[in-house]
């Protein structure tokens, strides 16, 4: 057969795509990918994926090799999280599939509970507002009301708050080990235990932590030890260091899980049975996470926490040490927040988002995070997101010192002026619905969007845009922002 073009020339047109990336390898990305630093472990995953490249993960009784592999990653998940023989479970895509099928169990086993029969009440899904944004797409999904609890200054959230809200309308509550915010452990133990004596299920999202926390000292119970935890979550395409998208859904009971299935037999075709929301799907992160776990083993995953460990110790010393920043909270996990410490003098202190810009300049990417002002009117600080993985160790000096200098060269720099953003608005913008034409022309007259297209490479205007407007009007022109990126 003749080729359109050559693969060669196809390959080399990938090549430079790929060219204008982030860098994925090197530590010179601290959010979105998870580098162990080893090579030899990326070519192991390589080979997995190619080596089931044809598979379709839909059947495993036609595929029996997904079954297996299945098994033995929900396995070593399981044993990692104290699970017993009561706690089953399934791979899924990704974190946010794991968090929508965990909503739509609690859902569908609520609205089976004798409480609920004939109730024309919706099911309430109960968490701290530093849940992850999953659940709030899994609420929008599954027609749940979603009861966001507001989080104390320093991230964490009081477990009375919790406890006080619920009640037999609740399907689920969510706590998280840690929140993706500002990376604190929300209080497990008392939250779980009040679920349970209200007959209420309580996942723990275990996303980001669940294959690190494990091996971190000195932390309370937060997994299947703690009575009353129903499921967790725990992605293996984070500090399982294998490709996007795999993780884990594990579920106490398996009747409870059972819930979790989609079958069907009311049509002409094959009886259709999934555990996940998606069908037909690729077998290759489930063949790497899979190859990874048997390289690494407990061990491996014990020492490159250890790695992540001390990377984040010396890293959160660093920044309490730069004059105008301070690190949220106390963080759990190898993540952190970092704020402008308002205590120092206007003129000495560091705006966490001019911060980040200046770090990219340098090479950096860090992940800004815009403020919220919460149900209660309590406003979270605009802040600065670092996630730190293995590979973190090995470049600790030169990253030391780029957020150092770039500390340096923005401190004292104001904040932008969320009203000059909006002025530069037309009037009238949240009077009306936008159009596609029309939200793109906002996005133009505030300089987020040219004609030659492309992002800006400052995002602190971006991110003070997002804290001024109303969330609806926020949401409405980010969506236009990325649907006009990938046109």
């Not at 009301?145 to 006080?164: C, F, S």
């Not at 494990?214 to 979550?233: E, K, N, Y």
């Not at 770039?406 to 953003?421: F, I, L, N, T, Y």
Request: aromatic share 6%.
């Amino acid at each position: 057969m003749r080729f359109a073009q050559e693969p060669a020339a196809i390959l080399a047109q990938l090549d430079e795509l790929r060219a204008a990336d982030a860098p994925t390898h090197g530590g010179h990305v601290l959010s979105y990918v998870y580098d162990t630093g080893l090579a030899e472990l990326d070519e192991l995953a390589a080979a997995a994926i190619r080596a089931v490249q044809p598979v379709n993960g839909l059947d495993p009784t036609t595929f029996t090799s997904v079954a297996v592999m299945e098994r033995e990653v929900v396995a070593f998940a399981r044993d990692l999280l104290h699970g017993d023989a009561e706690v089953v479970g399934s791979v899924t895509t990704g974190g946010t599939e794991s968090c929508l099928l965990a909503v739509k169990t609690a859902r569908d086993v609520w609205a089976a509970g004798s409480g609920s029969a004939g109730s024309t009440t919706r099911p309430r899904l109960l968490a701290p507002v530093t849940v992850h944004a999953a659940f709030q797409k899994a609420a929008h999904y599954f027609g749940l009301v979603l009861d966001l609890v507001p989080v104390l200054p320093d991230g964490r959230v009081d477990a009375d708050v919790i406890i006080e809200r619920m009640g037999p309308d609740v399907a689920l509550v969510v706590v998280s080990a840690p929140s993706y915010p500002h990376a604190a452990l929300d209080p497990i133990t008392p939250v779980a235990a009040a679920a349970a004596e209200r007959g209420i299920a309580c996942h723990v999202d275990a996303c980001i932590g669940g294959l690190v926390l494990p091996f971190w000292p000195d932390l309370p119970a937060w997994d299947f030890r703690v009575p009353g935890v129903t499921s967790i979550s725990a992605d293996f395409h984070k500090f399982g260091y294998a490709p996007k998208g795999v993780s884990v859904l594990l579920t106490r009971g398996r009747d409870r899980q059972r819930a979790q299935y989609f079958a069907t037999t009311r049509w002409p075709g094959y009886p259709v049975v999934n555990p996940t929301i998606l069908g037909s799907k690729s077998a290759g992160a489930l063949a790497a996470a899979w190859a990874i776990t048997k390289a690494l083993g407990r061990d491996g995953f014990g020492e490159l926490a250890a790695s992540c460990h001390r990377s984040t110790a010396s890293l959160v010393g660093l920044v309490e040490g730069i004059p105008g920043l301070r690190v949220v909270g106390s963080p759990v996990g190898p993540l952190l927040a970092v704020a402008a410490d308002a205590t120092a003098p206007t003129d000495q202190q560091v705006d966490p988002h001019h911060w980040a810009d200046q770090a990219r300049a340098h090479g950096w990417h860090l992940q800004l995070q815009p403020g919220l002002t919460q149900s209660d009117g309590t406003t979270q600080p605009h802040t600065t997101h670092l996630t730190i993985t293995p590979v973190t160790e090995s470049v600790l000096p030169e990253l030391s010192a780029a957020l150092v200098a770039s500390a340096d060269e923005v401190r004292g720099v104001p904040r932008v002026d969320p009203g000059q953003v909006l002025a530069a608005l037309p009037p009238g913008l949240a009077d009306a619905p936008l159009d596609a034409e029309g939200a793109l022309g906002v996005l133009r007259a505030i300089g987020l969007v040219s004609d030659g297209g492309g992002l800006p490479d400052r995002m602190a205007p971006l991110l003070a845009l997002v804290q001024a407007l109303p969330a609806p009007l926020t949401e409405r022109l980010l969506t236009e922002l990325v649907a006009r990126t990938f046109e």
